[in-house]
């Protein structure tokens, strides 16, 4: 079943989130000249026309990218997010939405290397087309699970691994943290960063009861909540879960979850969440 299409999401308030995360990580990584794998299992089209039927239809991102990305205000923790979504808006409209994929085309340096799955018959044409002149990437229409076992480790030791399933079907939420525990039994040290919807929090807590099981240590949970926890909604709130994370992404999301919870959603309902599932 693959009836997801990111193009009616994209630029809403949880690829914000997603993204200022992915930013910073990048942005973290490149401290060291040592070259690293970027890999996204679930990497979409890329590109995403905001004036598109899909978008337009759900207006998503005029309540996400669309309250932030000219604000005078912007915190310093947000500019290699908003950098990246500049380049592809230079007109200063915002007319596209570069999603994962192309934001780390955008943030990653020469040495780096990028390994893209996508499994959507009409996205993935489309992210292929986006990196046929990428010599640094590696784009395959492949099931992004696979890629955990078979992509790690990386040759260079040092990689960011993001995990962002539709959801679509129940059994991701275990997917992922197999998933997960497969990928890291083969690469320990990379940094795994999932993406996670709150539609029923009892999906949540039983996800992270089971990864808290696979006995992985260092794993970190930001959330951004538009609206309180319902049973009868849809999406109201999504977050992150790193595993692993650079020592400076604690400190940079406490800075910016607030000011993003009060640009995204100016009625003050929801709220952030920054925990440890488990500490060191
Ligand atoms: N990561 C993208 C971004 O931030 O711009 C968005 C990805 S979207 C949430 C999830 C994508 O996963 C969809 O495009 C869907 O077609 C794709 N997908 C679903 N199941 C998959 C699988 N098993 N392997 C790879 N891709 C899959």
Redesign the pocket.
């Known amino acids: 079943m693959?009836s997801?299409?990111?193009s009616f999401?994209?630029g809403n308030h949880a690829?914000v989130l997603?993204?200022t995360v992915?930013s910073l990580i990048i942005e973290s990584l490149k401290e060291k000249d040592k070259p690293f794998l970027y890999l996204?299992?679930?990497?979409?089209?890329?590109r995403?026309k905001l004036s598109s039927e899909h978008a337009e239809r759900t207006g998503e991102y005029l309540e996400g990218i669309g309250r932030i990305w000219q604000h005078d205000d912007l915190p310093a923790e947000l500019e290699p997010y908003i950098s990246a979504v500049k380049h592809f808006n230079q007109t200063g409209q915002l007319r596209y939405y570069?999603?994962?994929?192309?934001?780390a085309r955008q943030l990653l340096r020469e040495q780096d290397s990028l390994q893209l799955?996508?499994?959507?018959p009409s996205?993935f044409p489309l992210l292929r087309s986006e990196f046929q002149k990428d010599a640094r990437a590696r784009v395959e229409r492949?099931?992004?699970?696979t890629q955990l076992k078979s992509k790690l480790p990386p040759v260079s030791r040092r990689g960011l691994i993001?995990i962002?399933?539709?959801y679509?079907i129940k059994t991701?939420y275990q997917?992922v943290v197999t998933g997960i525990s497969e990928g890291y039994k083969r690469f320990a040290t990379g940094t795994y960063a999932l993406?996670y919807p709150v539609v029923m929090r009892q999906q949540i807590k039983r996800m992270l009861r089971e990864l808290e099981e696979t006995g992985i240590r260092r794993i970190l949970q930001i959330e951004l909540a538009v609206l309180p926890d319902s049973d009868r909604r849809g999406m109201t709130a999504s977050g992150m879960i790193v595993i692993n994370p650079p020592w400076k992404l604690e400190q940079q999301m406490a800075n910016v979850l607030p000011w993003l919870h009060k640009t995204l959603v100016p009625s003050g309902n929801g709220s952030t969440t920054l925990s440890w599932v488990v500490p060191e």
Not at 40 to 46: Q, R, S
């Open positions: 693959l997801y299409r990111h999401h994209a690829d997603k993204h992915q996204d299992t679930h990497a979409g089209a890329g995403y570069p999603g994962s994929p192309l934001i799955t996508e499994l959507h996205d492949a099931d992004g699970y993001l962002d399933p539709p679509e991701d997917a993406w």
